[in-house]
């Protein structure tokens, strides 16, 4: 079964830190990877996508990918405390797949 | 822009009563649709995807189904529902074709008592 594993946290950091959000993933052939941020009762939200191996950047977000190791990875910078939320990490496990497999997320609390 | 709905927001139904939730988006044609379902503490669980008109697939069987009416329209049903039945339902799309980003509707929070 292709499995998507998340440290389930909760991870604090303190406001202006740098958050580290893991991930790794079991089916080698995967191409597609993806970040999502989750509000407490609201609907997961895009942040980053990722294809080929090393560092993406957009804005305070970094999103890292090492296929030898299979591994992804989410990094914030100057993390503020709306960043407070769950941060889900999904993987399309091989080529033309119609499905997302999704981590069951790390909650990360950023303290003021 | 494209746009997915879904209502209602939220909804309290006792056991046994039937289900009906509907997911439309604009904005773009022959979406891949999808539905999850989120319990309490939990991760994301795919119920059924739909790729085109008419088109179900399901990953959990379960006493839910859906239906795909018309190209930007995804019904999730249930006949009678169960106390398990309750938890946070999500719509999503992509586009036509392969599996991209995916994007999510608002969601439906579902009680049963």
């Known amino acids: 079964q292709k499995e998507v594993e998340q440290n389930s946290g909760p991870l604090s950091v303190p406001e202006g830190a740098i958050a580290s959000l893991n991930c790794t993933y079991s089916?080698?052939?995967?191409?597609?990877f993806f970040w999502y941020r989750q509000y407490s009762g609201k609907s997961p939200e895009l942040i980053m996508s990722?294809?080929?191996?090393g560092d993406k950047e957009d804005g305070r977000f970094t999103a890292q990918l090492n296929k030898a190791s299979q591994y992804v990875s989410l990094l914030i910078r100057d993390s503020q405390p709306s960043d407070s939320a769950t941060y889900l990490c999904?993987?399309?496990?091989?080529?033309?797949?119609?499905?997302?497999?999704f981590g069951k997320g790390t909650k990360l609390s950023v303290i003021p | 822009s494209q746009t997915i709905h879904q209502w209602p927001a939220t909804l309290v139904q006792p056991v046994g009563s039937p289900l009906s939730l509907e997911c439309t988006v604009e904005?773009?044609?022959?979406?891949?649709l999808y539905w999850y379902r989120q319990a309490a503490g939990r991760g994301l669980q795919l119920l059924f995807y739909?790729?085109?008109?008419?088109?179900i697939s399901s990953e959990v069987p379960q006493n839910l189904s859906a239906s795909r009416p018309q190209d930007r329209q995804f019904i999730l049903s249930s006949k009678k529902l169960l106390l398990s039945d309750s938890g946070f339902y999500l719509c999503?799309?992509?586009?036509?074709?392969?599996?991209?980003?995916?994007?999510f509707g608002p969601g439906t929070r579902l009680t049963v008592l």
């Open positions: 089916d080698r052939g995967s191409q597609s």
């Open positions: 739909s790729v085109g008109i008419g088109q």
């Open positions: 999904a993987v399309v496990p091989g080529a033309g797949s119609y499905q997302l497999t």
């Open positions: 999503a799309w992509t586009g036509a074709g392969k599996l991209d980003t995916q994007y």
């Open positions: 990722i294809y080929s191996n």
């Open positions: 904005g773009t044609s022959n979406p891949n």
